[in-house]
């Protein structure tokens, strides 16, 4: 059985290499390992910052930490980009549990935005306990919905589930952009977005929430749906390892043919994780749209599902992990824009770029630094046996 930790690339590492790996206590896998990828990857970034803008990495990182951790406000930025990312991070680690690699969060995403835009623009009579409710649910069957098409041909037809999420990821795109050209898009303007959504879908900021006890934060933008994915988090969790279904999915993931040896259909399997996945990718939309931007906007996702699958990857698939993954992201987009400000050479590109570093070291290169952790763990563990 696969451990809380295992992803399909850790295990096709294993696998490739034709050995078991040196065990390490699980908090040296799951926490010190990818830890240490994360520092070296901030290392690297602040070379190349030095080498091609000539500015002091230390001043740099001093910047983006006030910039996303400075004040209540930044700290409340930061929390809102990372209320996105753990939906997108536990849409991706539900479908690598059980061995599948879903890319196509953002699209799921996307279209669970139509289904959230219908909902709320319909719910104008409803009572905000219920419109909300309502509003969720209908993101959740939507992105559920965009994510059965590529589960099923999978489970029945043997097409790759990598493929056909990366095509219906532009089949969206299309799909939603169209939709909100001729169906959703205000009559006599020319922005592709629909109209305001009722007072009643808008969900409440935390400010205002903790107003309501008389504590005075200015959060910002952070809203009611970070204590929602924190709820998720858990959720997944015990889907993950206190449920039959759990032990299925994970099993399917190990290994189908012990699976099936265990009366556990792995097309069945499949299908459900694809539904689960979706349906938590389709809560992205809460975020943005009904916390932020109370409308239908073009492209909402800005690529947030595939930041889902950095994530997820840094966080080694369990929720805790991925909770603490989506707020460095979030960290490096809020306070990339603060240094932005401080200093205009630094752009978006910058910042994409540091990610993409960070991405190719606890993903791509997430295994590099375990032998020689392994040989300090044996070294001053003269008396470890090897499992």
């Known amino acids: 059985m696969s451990s809380p930790t295992s992803t399909p690339g850790r295990l096709f590492a294993r696998r490739s290499a034709g050995t078991t790996p040196t065990p390490l206590p699980w908090w040296a896998d799951a926490i010190l390992l990818p830890l240490i990828n994360v520092v070296i990857a901030f290392v690297v970034s602040g070379i190349i910052v030095w080498l091609i803008v000539g500015a002091d990495p230390m001043s740099v990182g001093?910047?983006?930490?006030?910039?996303?951790?400075?004040?209540?406000?930044?700290?409340?930025?930061?929390?809102?980009?990372?209320?996105?990312?753990?939906f997108a991070g536990l849409a991706v680690a539900v479908a690598f549990h059980a061995g599948l690699f879903n890319i196509g969060v953002d699209g799921q995403g996307q279209?669970?935005?139509?289904?959230?835009?219908?909902?709320?623009?319909?719910?104008?009579?409803?009572?905000?306990?219920?419109?909300?409710?309502?509003a969720m649910i209908a993101g959740m069957v939507f992105g559920?919905?965009?994510?059965?098409?590529?589960?099923?041909?999978?489970?029945?037809?043997?097409?790759?589930?990598?493929?056909?999420?990366?095509?219906?990821?532009?089949?969206?795109?299309?799909?939603?952009?169209?939709?909100?050209?001729?169906?959703?898009?205000?009559?006599?303007?020319?922005?592709?977005?629909?109209?305001?959504?009722?007072?009643?879908?808008?969900?409440?900021?935390?400010?205002?929430?903790?107003?309501?006890f008389g504590i005075e934060l200015d959060l910002t933008l952070v809203n009611l749906a970070f204590p929602i994915a924190l709820i998720a988090a858990l959720l997944v969790w015990a889907l993950i390892w206190r449920t039959r279904l759990g032990y299925a999915m994970r099993t399917?993931?190990?290994?189908?043919?012990?699976?099936?040896?265990?009366?556990?259909?792995?097309?069945?399997?499949?299908?459900?994780?694809?539904?689960?996945?979706?349906?938590?990718?389709?809560?992205?939309?809460?975020?943005?749209?009904?916390?932020?931007?109370?409308?239908?906007?073009?492209?909402?996702?800005?690529?947030?599902?595939?930041?889902?699958?950095?994530?997820?990857?840094?966080?080694?698939?369990h929720p805790a992990g991925i909770?603490?993954?989506?707020?460095?992201?979030?960290?490096?987009?809020q306070g990339g824009q603060e240094l932005s400000f401080d200093n205009p050479v630094f752009d978006k590109n910058m910042?994409?770029?540091?990610?993409?570093?960070?991405?190719?070291?606890?993903?791509?290169?997430?295994?590099?630094?375990?032998?020689?952790?392994?040989?300090?763990?044996?070294?001053?563990?003269?008396?470890?046996?090897e499992a």
């Not at 930025?77 to 753990?86: G, K, N, R, V």
């Not at 770029?353 to 997430?366: C, D, K, P, S, T």
């Open 62 to 86: 001093i910047t983006m930490i006030q910039g996303a951790f400075g004040d209540a406000n930044a700290i409340g930025t930061t929390l809102y980009y990372a209320t996105t990312y753990i």
């Open 111 to 134: 279209i669970a935005g139509i289904g959230i835009a219908f909902a709320c623009l319909h719910l104008g009579w409803a009572p905000w306990p219920l419109a909300i409710p309502l």
């Open 144 to 212: 559920a919905a965009w994510a059965f098409l590529p589960g099923y041909l999978q489970a029945k037809r043997g097409s790759h589930v990598v493929i056909t999420t990366i095509m219906f990821n532009y089949i969206a795109t299309a799909l939603v952009q169209y939709l909100l050209v001729h169906v959703l898009m205000k009559a006599g303007t020319g922005d592709p977005k629909s109209e305001l959504f009722p007072d009643s879908t808008s969900l409440p900021l935390i400010s205002d929430m903790l107003a309501v």
């Open 252 to 317: 399917v993931g190990h290994n189908q043919t012990a699976a099936v040896y265990a009366g556990i259909s792995p097309a069945k399997i499949i299908v459900i994780t694809m539904l689960i996945s979706g349906a938590l990718g389709g809560l992205m939309g809460i975020n943005v749209l009904m916390g932020e931007q109370h409308r239908m906007i073009i492209d909402y996702t800005a690529g947030a599902g595939f930041i889902g699958i950095a994530v997820s990857l840094m966080g080694r698939s």
């Open 323 to 333: 909770v603490l993954a989506s707020i460095l992201f979030g960290a490096l987009i």
């Open 351 to 385: 910042i994409v770029m540091i990610q993409g570093i960070i991405i190719l070291f606890v993903g791509a290169l997430e295994l590099m630094f375990r032998p020689q952790l392994a040989m300090l763990f044996q070294l001053f563990s003269p008396g470890r046996k």
